[in-house]
């Protein structure tokens, strides 16, 4: 097992993330199986009880852990499905180690940070680095890329620097890697490395030494200060790597792999199927990447990721109507499973934030011309998306949004308590339900038409919801989503909620046009609803964007884009004539295969491009 661990310096927030993401594709790219692990030093066990506002979007994993948005960054970067394991926090190691001392394993020794804190940290990484998280194949990983959040120099992180520098010894140093991602800031139009510099020298005076240095800049910095920088951080120059900010996000792998990172790791690991593939691929022929000369064999899926995007021309414009909206990172998973819907529908996404409390008729008095600049908003997009979300703030101005797009024929996608909006629109509007709400808003109402789920622990916040994957049979044959998944009879999807549609609703509901395509195992919980003589009104209980993929778009998102577009009846006709084009599909090998549609708009047809995933 090979160990590649990414620091940061000077700020937090400086693209580790996406950085840790890349390095990983890389080496998917050239046949490693590769895995992850982001670490976290706050006291929370979990992320799942986090404030939207502070720390943005809580991401849900199969086995129902609520983590760092990080992971899923991962995920979609490198294909893979993580578990809670994969996010290490200071509070999961306490807990640890709190419970062997009461079970008496440490036999009446002082429990101290050093050594019980950091080797509870290194056996953690150790266990989860060899469990596979690729669902098409079992075999341990080769590479684990451990992300260290915050900043060297971070008092809740010392325990895990120090686990690092022990580490290193008993990995054995050539299975070890240190990438610090650090920021070179500009001041009067000058680079300056000094906090860079700075921050180097502190990670060495804590016992570990960069290998490679990966420096985050608005511009691309002059020879001159990779010279400094690695004169002053004991850092080869060719492992100085400038890295500046890009306007497509799937650059950065190709970035990486430019600069010979691969030929790095296969040195410094000593991993020699690389080096025999890397050798391979200097033989084929080059691809000019804006400007970027790249092996078209190794990258290539990325190369067509990048094309893909940089090439989108026309725009869809989409109101994210939301509570949570004053940070895009709230909303991470969503804006990128837009983004790949995009890529499917052939159309750039442009996403307009709007928050749901500008919409309500208490805004109007207060502030008569937020309330109208919301509302222009509203009527210029091309759909609507209400997200989930949690309390009673901003739910009427959601709801209001909801009732627009149903009776404008606007595409509407509802997630969640988005889902659960768009049923109490209804109840109130065409029901005659006038009070209807949820009891999540208002315990005593009448007609409380979505309730608690009666096996939730009102006593604790903490992993009490309904999380992870769970599977939604399909009850109906007529159904949009049904067809866009590919006409299966069921679908596993991430689910994080603690309320539902209230069953003893449910007859009144689809009499009158409000169809639950989509139900639980046991038939109890709604899933899916979707609305008859409606182009697209759509509202699922689960979290499907967690589960898209750039070269796997979620078929929910895919649909209200192309709706969006006015594309999904053709769309439709096509997946109807055409049954390779379904999501996942399996090639009679066994090997997986992405796909990518290009819509043609000159003559209406839809070709389909299989490439094998490297």
Known sequence: MKYILVTGGVISGVGKGVISSSIGSVLKCCGLRVTSIKIDPYINIDAGTFS?????????????????????????????????????TTGKIYQHVINKERRGDYLGKTVQVIPHITDAIQEWVEKVSKVSVDPNDPTEPEICIIELGGTIGDIEGMPFIEAFRQFQFRVKRENFCNVHVSLVPIQNGEHKTKPTQNSVKELRGLGISPDILICRCTTPFPESARDKISMFSHVEKDQVICLPDVNNIYKVPLILYQHKLAEFFAEKLSINNIKEILNEASLMPKIDVANLKISEGIMKKWIELYDRTDSLSKVVEIALVGKYTSQSDTYASIIKALDHAGLESNRKVKILFIDSSDLEKNTQLEDPVKFHQAWQLICRTDGILVPGGFGIRGTEGMIAAANWARTNNKPYLGICLGFQCAVIEFCRNTLNLTNATSSEFDKNAEYQVI????????????????????????????????????????????????????????????????????????????????????????????????????????????????????????????????????????????????????????????????????
């Open 52 to 88: 939207p506002f502070e720390h943005g979007e809580v991401f849900v994993l199969d086995d129902g852990g609520e983590v760092d948005l990080d992971l899923g960054n991962y995920e979609r970067f490198l294909d893979v499905d993580l578990n809670k394991d994969n996010n290490i």
């Open 451 to 614: 309730i608690e789920m009666p096996e939730h622990n009102q006593g604790q916040m903490g992993g009490t919801m309904r999380l992870g994957k769970r599977k939604t049979i399909f009850k109906k044959t007529d159904s949009i989503l049904r067809k866009l998944y590919g006409n299966t009879e069921f679908v596993d999807e991430r689910h994080r909620h603690r309320y539902e549609v209230n069953p003893k609703y449910v007859k009144d509901l689809e009499d009158n046009g409000m169809i639950f395509t989509g139900q639980s195992e046991d038939g109890n919980r709604m899933e899916i609803m979707e609305l008859k003589s409606h182009p697209y009104y759509v509202g699922v209980q689960y979290h499907p964007e967690y589960l898209s993929r750039p070269t796997r778009p979620s078929a929910p998102y895919v649909g209200f884009v192309l709706a969006a577009c006015n594309k999904l009846g053709s769309y439709m006709k096509k997946l109807e004539t055409d049954p390779l084009n379904t999501p996942g599909h399996i090639a009679s090998n066994g090997r997986r295969y992405f796909y990518l549609h290009t819509f043609d708009e000159s003559n209406a047809q839809l070709s389909t491009k299989f490439q094998e995933i490297l």
